[in-house]
């Protein structure tokens, strides 16, 4: 997909990268933020950074020949890395020290940061010389007060950091950046989802905690559950490699519906033709979505903006409709809808931070 002109040779260029577990996803923008290519492929769930061969494979059969005609513009490149613990709260210019550090975080979240990196070290043979950036989707909420991150867990537990960090940063920081109000809560729905409460564009609390698995219902996990109810199913022999696979790819909307859809456009079609299942699955959905919704406000002494993003905010008018009936006592505020916008933020970001660079040195 190319919304620019293939021919034109436009100079500071950025090339942003977004890799998950089984999809690419790639967008080339000049300096004024005009989109000129994007696309998106498959490839093998699993990568890590030490399998760089596939990602290898990918960049020079699909994303190398794409961009071809911009390739000689691209200034710097972008990378989406889901979590940068509590070490990098901002983007930062990846050097070697700087990838054995995030190496060191894969665990955290070995679906994202592996693939990420098996992608940087790919881009490193490509042109070395070429400047690349990390924006984390944890660096948003490194803001959150003590009291919003620390979990009720034993100290040692504490120390191994074990708390809160919170996603889609990237998102909703765009949507603060957007919607200037002084308590906003920004609502990424999709098939991931979240809530932040943001104070004067900054974050003072979120859904998700350690994994993005905590919080509301998703497309296919479960959200936040009582912890006695997992370790019941281990106590009855489950593995927590099947726990696991369950939470987060087995649950959520999918297994309300009774294994109809994740999709809510899907479900709303079902559920208006009578489906129990999908009635029930947006109607759990919509519960936890206003539960937290009203925490979200508690935190910020009341509510400004409530701003929907992502596929299910922006796209599923009947949600609009029937937050602004149930959220008739929390008024006044405005009900707004963003488009998300991960890569235009992580190109701003980038180069904000290289003209800083520049300046410094």
Not at 171 to 193: D, F, K, Y
Not at 219 to 246: F, I, K, V, W, Y
Request: glycine share 10%; hydrophobic share 45%; with cysteine.
């Amino acid at each position: 997909m190319s919304p620019g002109r293939p021919g034109s040779l436009e100079a500071d260029l950025a090339l942003v990268l977004n890799a998950g577990s089984s999809t690419l996803k790639a967008r080339l923008l000049d300096p004024d933020g005009l989109v000129l290519w994007k696309g998106q492929t498959a490839w093998q769930a699993g990568l890590s950074a030490g399998e760089a061969s596939a990602a290898d494979a990918v960049l020079q059969a699909w994303l190398l020949p794409a961009i071809a005609p911009w390739s000689d513009g691209v200034a710097l490149v972008g990378h989406r890395v889901v979590h940068g613990g509590t070490t990098f709260t901002g983007p930062t210019l990846l050097t070697p020290q700087v990838h054995s550090q995030l190496a060191a975080l894969i665990p955290l979240a070995p679906l994202h940061n592996g693939p990420a990196l098996a992608v940087i070290t790919a881009l490193s043979h490509w042109r070395p010389e070429l400047p690349q950036w990390a924006c984390f989707d944890t660096a948003f909420h490194h803001t959150l007060p003590a009291e919003a991150f620390t979990y009720a867990i034993p100290a040692p537990w504490r120390q191994q950091g074990l708390r809160r960090y919170g996603f889609h940063g990237l998102n909703h920081q765009h949507v603060s950046e957007v919607v200037a109000a002084p308590r906003l809560i920004s609502c990424h729905l999709g098939a991931g989802c979240s809530l932040c409460a943001i104070a004067e564009g900054r974050s003072i609390a979120t859904t998700m905690g350690f994994t993005p698995l905590e919080g509301l219902v998703m497309a296919t996990r479960s959200g936040s559950l009582d912890p006695g109810l997992l370790l019941h199913l281990l106590r009855q022999g489950m593995e927590p490699e099947q726990l696991d696979r369950q939470l987060n790819q087995a649950s959520g909307l999918l297994a309300l519906s009774d294994g109809l859809s994740a999709s809510m456009q899907t479900l709303r079609a079902a559920a208006a033709e009578g489906h129990r299942e999908a009635q029930l699955a947006i109607g759990v959905f919509r519960h936890g979505l206003l539960q937290a919704i009203g925490a979200m406000a508690a935190c910020l002494g009341g509510v400004d903006v409530i701003a929907l993003t992502g596929g299910i905010g922006e796209h599923d008018a009947a949600l609009r409709q029937e937050l602004a009936a149930a959220l008739t006592w929390l008024a006044p505020f405005e009900l707004v809808v963003v488009a998300a916008d991960e890569e235009g933020m992580i190109a701003r970001q980038c180069r904000q931070a290289a003209e800083l660079k520049r300046g410094l040195a």
